[in-house]
């Protein structure tokens, strides 16, 4: 009794539907496959596995997270461009990663940055250039300054392009910058909090040290100022033409059909604005949802290629 | 200072039938996952974290914490039971655990293995409570060169465990180092060894070793054993007196001063992120070993280096939580989760935690204190289940072994590649043990490796390549002394002495 009224209750529904569907008729065929480019517990598996949860309460669709650590996203971008582009595998990675392997053995790597097709971007990390909050030293210029006068800095990063900033700083001013490697932004800030650091990066775990006044803020690495600190001005504004943009990426195997596609970028947009993912993402990162849509993030990949290697050539000795 | 209302105010919001139902929960969990070889409480924890994000924050982080410690206990059974240690943490435990298993008395030495981490456990929870402000100021001081020179003191301590043929070791740990290499350079992100496989670029996944070398190849070397007839996988004999099934006060008690050093090792390495429990775990081991009058009878199943592992390795777990909740920086994986949870829920973890969270740390004070009694209290009934379980035909344990290390190792590593890796080190490791090499302390090696190359890059980095720049940093110069000295009388005291005895 039960079964044939709910039997009847979803058939009104569909009926009810029918003509508005009629637009966004395409339907995944089968389960879709989630695959995250890192381990799981880390920020990108954290915004992966909730834009599948979000995407499957607005769609209906089953929505399955698989995580494929390795190289920064190159594992699972490698496995990714062999899958069919039915739109059932997608995979979520980072730029700057993907553009750092692509340019520098982009010859050895299955994928070019046309090998997909792009869908969305979830959001841009605000990356910027940090210090103890005691340092006597307020901008890049002051920093490179102070470097000089006392034979050299210690400067913590994680990843490469955050490297080359600096070396392409350290080069045009002779600034006398040593880089120390880390595993992560939260041992860089450990490093600027214990004194063995006199400036390193963050891409957000940094924010509340600027609330709490321990860490203060040089510039950011981003292209545009960030929401959090209005006042910071970035590398560029400071006279140092470098940028680094991390934002983390939806794609798809080449080839997807219009319709496909169309409606895989609709529904990841409603998730990546959903009021939750906007919540989460306020909680992780302190910023909000920045999603550019297919066109845009395409660009940001193609054009960021070209980018990532300027910052190379000024960063080589 | 945090005033005694918000306190109590804490307290008193653990205390509650539903978060004591998740943290129990947990705790379960936890103890069962710990307890399959190859799934473990981390990959636990990083699948439950979604699920908490409906639940209010006391009640999952408590799940979570409730997990972690769970597993602890969890992670010892296998290797007591079937030598199959589940984690590298539990490796140190099999050394002496597995012989008593042999000997029929499973039960005794899983009840010395919960006493142990109950109290290891508890120890840093009351310094965490207690002192973890001031002991993070000092943690923060513990810079890269520091961490390096703590890491090589951490070897020398090791090296005591390296056993009768000094050149085995050695090559052992080269082996472990070699192959911690394999993967992209910590400082210039340049391939290295990966012949082609793009998921070689961050190295062999350390479940995939950890499983395969120490779980899997004892798994295949049971199954190869077996015969035709059924034998359970492990012989209880019926009539056992009580105290060969259980632990005395005397016995726990005489291992007082192994389990205080144990939780002071496995606390202080906890307090400093970026080692680990396994090294506290071998640490603790091998001084416990190096500073008992009869040394030999370790590794023939001592109830001492069960207590000195475990309460090492369960202490880290409480000493973790000092740099994540004073700091906001995680000191191991399962930190780094708990980083997550706490972020999902809106809580950020550092230096303003206690200012405006104060009330909820201390209900999760409270909750951790509830998962250690939860701990206790299910450990002690589990064990039996545990023991009974084992019991069964070891044609059944060890193929429901061997499926859960191959799914467990899938599930972790992402796909059918870590277990071809789990499969090529489960031969690698019945090689070495064929050939007399020491798998743990490969395993040891391989596990510290990546940080160790790490630290020495930063080291060289920040010294300018100038060893005379060491003197602004004497806690390392320090280190490096007593590592000498750790050289010098554990391995050629040693060594000598053997060899003098050899020769009579």
């Known amino acids: 009794m039960n079964i044939s009224k709910t039997f009847k209750a979803t058939l009104a529904a569909a009926l009810l539907t029918l003509p508005g569907a009629a637009f966004a008729e395409w339907e995944p065929d089968g389960p879709i496959t989630l695959q995250i480019g890192f ?83 979830i959001v841009l990390a605000p990356l910027a250039l940090v210090a103890p909050a005691d340092a006597p030293y307020n901008t890049v210029a002051e920093f490179v300054e102070h470097s000089k006068a006392n034979g050299g800095s210690l400067i913590g990063f994680d990843a490469g392009p955050q490297r080359m900033i600096m070396r392409a700083v350290n080069k045009s001013a002779d600034a006398g910058f040593e880089m120390v490697s880390h595993k992560s932004g939260a041992e860089i800030i450990q490093g600027l909090l214990g004194g063995q650091l006199q400036a390193g990066f ?64 609709k529904a990841l947009d409603d998730a990546i604005n959903s009021a939750s993912m906007t919540e989460l993402i306020g909680n992780i990162m302190q910023t909000t949802p920045n999603n550019l849509g297919p066109d845009g993030t395409e660009a940001k990949l193609v054009n960021g290629l070209s980018d990532i290697s300027a910052l190379l050539a000024a960063s080589e000795d | 200072m945090v005033d005694f209302s918000t306190i109590l105010a804490g307290l008193g919001d653990a205390f509650t039938l539903t978060n004591l139902l998740f943290v129990l929960a947990g705790v379960i969990v936890g103890q ?55 984690t590298p943490d539990a490796a140190a435990t099999a050394i002496d655990g597995y012989p008593l298993t042999q000997k029929g008395k499973p039960l005794k030495a899983m009840k010395m293995a919960l006493y142990s981490s109950v ?49 085995r070791g ?23 060894l990966i012949f082609g496989f793009f998921d070689l670029y961050d190295g062999f996944p350390i479940a995939s070793v950890a499983i395969g070398s120490l779980a899997v190849s004892e798994i295949f070397l049971r199954l190869a054993k077996m015969r035709g007839e059924v034998r359970p996988a492990v012989n209880i004999p019926r009539d056992q007196t009580s105290d060969q099934k259980n632990v005395t006060f005397t016995e726990y008690w005489a291992c007082k001063y192994v389990l205080l050093r144990g939780a002071l090792i496995g606390t202080g390495i906890g ?32 109830l001492r280096g069960i207590a000195a592992t475990e309460s090492a390795n369960s202490s880290v777990a409480g000493a973790d939580f000092i740099p994540l909740l004073t700091l906001g920086l995680p000191g191991s994986a399962s930190a780094a ?35 250690n009694l939860c701990n206790f209290t299910c450990g002690f009934f589990g064990l039996r289940l545990w023991a009974k379980l084992i019991s069964a035909p070891e044609s059944v344990v060890f193929s429901a072994a061997l499926i859960l290390c191959v799914v467990g190792v899938y599930l972790s590593t992402g796909g059918t590649f870590g277990v071809y890796v789990m499969l090529a080190f489960a031969v690698f490791g019945m090689f070495l043990n064929a050939l007399n090499y020491p798998v743990v302390i490969f395993i040891i090696a391989f596990f510290l490796g990546p940080r160790f190359e790490l630290s020495l890059g930063q080291t060289a980095t920040i010294l300018r390549g100038d060893l005379m720049n060491l003197t602004n940093h004497p806690v390392a110069i320090l280190l490096f002394l007593m590592s000498a000295f750790c050289v010098y009388w554990l391995g050629f005291r040693d060594g000598k002495s053997k060899r003098s005895i050899e020769a009579l």
């Open chain 2, 119 to 167: 109290t290891g456990d508890t120890f840093s929870d009351l310094v965490l409570i207690t002192i973890a402000a001031p002991l993070a100021i000092i943690a923060l001081k513990m810079g890269p060169v520091e961490i390096f020179a703590l890491m090589v003191f951490a070897f020398s301590l090791i090296s005591g465990l390296i056993g009768s043929s000094v050149t």
């Open chain 1, 202 to 265: 963050g891409a957000g775990a940094h924010i509340q040290y600027l609330d709490s006044g321990d860490l203060k803020m040089l510039a950011v690495a981003t292209q545009s100022r960030q929401g959090y600190s209005p006042d910071t001005p970035s590398f560029i504004e400071q006279g140092f033409p470098y940028s680094v943009e991390p934002y983390f990426y939806i794609a798809a195997p080449d080839g997807l059909d219009d319709e496909a596609k169309a409606a895989l970028a």
């Open chain 2, 170 to 192: 050695i090559i052992a740990t080269v082996l472990g180092l070699l192959l911690a290499t394999v993967g992209l350079d910590p400082e210039h992100s340049t391939p290295r």
């Open chain 2, 271 to 302: 307090a400093v992120p970026g080692m680990g429990s396994t090294a506290a775990a071998f640490m603790s081991y091998a001084s416990t070993k190096q500073s008992a009058k009869d040394p030999e009878s370790f590794g023939k199943g001592d």
């Open chain 1, 39 to 121: 381990g799981s517990g880390g920020s990108t598996d954290t915004l992966g596995r909730a834009i599948a949860a979000s995407m499957e309460e607005s769609t209906g669709w089953d929505v399955i997270v698989e995580n494929k650590p390795g190289g920064g996203g190159v594992a699972m971008f490698s496995s990714l461009v062999r899958e069919d582009a039915d739109g059932t595998t997608l995979g979520i990675g980072v730029t700057i990663p993907t553009l750092m392997n692509l340019a520098t053995r982009g010859e050895k790597l299955p994928f070019k940055a046309d090998s997909f097709d792009y869908l969305a971007t």
């Open chain 2, 337 to 371: 989760l708990l980083i997550s949870a706490f972020l999902i829920q809106g809580i950020q973890p550092g230096p303003l935690l206690f200012e405006q969270q104060g009330q909820l740390i201390y209900g999760l004070f409270g909750a951790m204190m509830m998962a």
């Open chain 2, 32 to 86: 069962f996952v710990g307890a399959m070889p190859g799934v473990g409480p981390v990959m636990t924890m990083a699948i439950a974290i979604p699920f908490t994000f409906v639940l209010n924050p006391l009640p999952a982080i408590g799940f979570l914490v409730g997990v972690n410690k769970g597993g602890l206990i969890g992670g010892a059974i296998p290797a007591i039971l079937i030598n199959t240690p589940g």
